[in-house]
């Protein structure tokens, strides 16, 4: 069955370093999210994107960060200058396009930032 | 901005028993899903449910979504090892919104 892969599993970075996170969604998605999930905490929403654009941030998705579909599999997500803060396990999910269809998501990437 | 509440937050059970969780909003949604996450994992998809009322039922696993589309309830029968983990409703609240997700109910069933 495909599956959304995500790479790294992990990542440790220093303050104020720039980290990518690389995500392939399943190859007939055509929706693509970003989630976070600090530990303990929800599963939060950071991004949707569709037709090579953003469809809706949260409030947490402020200016450090950004997405993009630099060619037609992978799916980025770009921390510019990391904070303690944004320490967490960050999902990627996908979806076909139908009207509630369900989300499948990736294992994730666990952030560290020290 | 719709707030899923569910719980209870932690439940532990011997196998064999039972077990209801609850999935609950003052807003009503298009659709909902349950989800099972394990640790270093992503969620998993279980059940969408889209219309009030319904009832989706997964081997030992039943779903019932409120007929007012605000709530919903998981019920295990005879619950197994298997079973532990992350149970996480998730919910929008048109067809093409994102989803948003409860905190989320831990199970533990023991042996």
């Known amino acids: 069955e495909p599956e959304v892969t995500q790479t790294p599993s992990h990542q440790v970075t220093q303050m104020g370093q720039e980290v990518i996170l690389r995500c392939v969604p399943i190859s007939n998605h055509l929706y693509f999210y970003w989630y976070r999930q600090i530990l303990g905490q929800k599963v939060e929403f950071l991004v949707s994107f569709y037709n090579n654009e953003i469809s809706e941030k949260s409030e947490i998705f402020d200016d450090q960060f950004s997405v993009e579909r630099p060619d037609g599999s992978n799916f980025t997500l770009k921390i510019r200058s990391t904070k303690l803060e944004d320490s967490a396990m960050y999902f990627c999910a996908s979806k076909r396009g139908a009207a509630n269809s369900p989300l499948h998501f990736g294992n994730g990437t666990r952030l560290t930032v020290t | 901005t719709q707030l899923l509440e569910q719980s209870p937050q932690f439940l532990s059970i011997q196998e064999g028993e039972n077990l209801t969780v609850y999935c609950n909003s003052s807003s009503v949604f298009s659709s909902l899903q349950w989800y099972r996450q394990e640790p270093g994992e992503g969620p998993v998809l279980l059940v969408t449910?889209?219309?009030?009322?319904e009832v989706k039922k997964l081997k030992r696993l039943t779903f019932q979504f409120g007929d007012a589309r605000k709530d919903s309830s998981l019920h295990i029968t005879a619950a197994q090892p298997g079973d532990t983990g992350l149970y996480l409703c998730a919910a929008r609240p048109d067809s093409w919104g994102k989803l948003q997700f409860g905190a989320g109910t831990q199970v533990v069933v023991t042996p």
């Open positions: 449910v889209v219309t009030g009322g």
